[in-house]
């Protein structure tokens, strides 16, 4: 069974603390993605990465940064954790043969839910 | 960018009933439109997908319709079962990236027994 395994669950932080959300896939994916869901606001893009060491910003990059240094795993890094950054966390990967022929099928993780205070 | 939207935020539905999700979107060289479904708790899963130049595509019980004139397509689920309850995410990549998908802001849809 294909995978995307968020590290942590649920998490709970405090203002102006270091946050790391690990994410790790075992489909050989080239494409791995950070969104964010919120209530309301559905899903929304984070960064992406397309290949190891390369990343893209989405459209909510502010107060964010990622890591990607080997395929199958891409990190989210909070530099410095404010409250409105609380909310639900999507890792994602996709493969580059399913770009290539026009779509771009998202498998997602079990999210990450952290709650900063 | 991209910017899609998504109606209704919620629809309820009974058992046996047609639902239908509408999602219209700015890009009109967007070219692939997927929905995905959220179960309570559950990942976002990829339920049926559309690329621009095909009108229809039907799977079972569901369908996806595409308007590139209008710049809308819409999510329909026949004889609706109570497992099809879930919050429903349309979303559309924009003819400018291969990798970006914008997403609308979900629809939650319950089925009364």
């Known amino acids: 069974d294909v995978k995307v395994t968020q590290s942590s669950r649920y998490l709970v932080k405090r203002t102006g603390e270091k946050v790391f959300l690990e994410c790790v896939q075992d489909?050989?994916?080239?494409?791995m993605f950070w969104y964010r869901q919120d209530p309301g606001l559905g899903l929304r893009l984070i960064y992406f990465?397309?290949?190891?060491?390369?990343?893209e910003k989405g459209d909510i990059p502010e107060g964010y940064s990622v890591s990607r240094e080997k395929k199958e795993r891409f990190s989210l890094i909070l530099e410095s954790a404010s409250t409105n950054q609380t909310s639900m966390y999507l890792c994602?990967?996709?493969?580059?043969?399913?770009?290539?022929?026009?779509?771009?099928?998202?498998?997602f993780g079990a999210g990450s839910r952290l709650t900063v205070l | 960018g991209e910017n899609v939207e998504q109606h209704p935020s919620t629809l309820s539905v009974q058992e046996g009933d047609s639902a239908v999700i509408k999602c219209t979107y700015s890009?009109?060289?967007?070219?692939?439109f997927p929905w995905y479904k959220q179960e309570l708790g559950k990942r976002p899963q990829l339920i049926i997908d559309?690329?621009?130049?095909?009108g229809e595509k039907k799977d079972q019980r569901i369908a996806v319709t595409l308007n590139k004139t209008a710049k809308h397509f819409s999510l329909h689920i026949t004889e609706t079962q109570p497992e099809d309850s879930a919050v429903y995410f349309c979303?559309?990549?924009?003819?400018?990236?291969?990798?970006?998908?914008?997403f609308g802001k979900g629809t939650l849809l319950t089925v009364n027994p």
């Open positions: 559309i690329r621009s130049n095909v």
């Open positions: 890009d009109s060289a967007s070219n692939y």
């Open positions: 489909m050989d994916h080239e494409n």
């Open positions: 979303a559309a990549k924009g003819g400018g990236s291969n990798y970006k998908l914008t």
């Open positions: 990465s397309y290949d190891v060491k390369m990343k």
């Open positions: 994602a990967s996709s493969p580059m043969l399913a770009l290539l022929s026009g779509a771009n099928v998202l498998t």
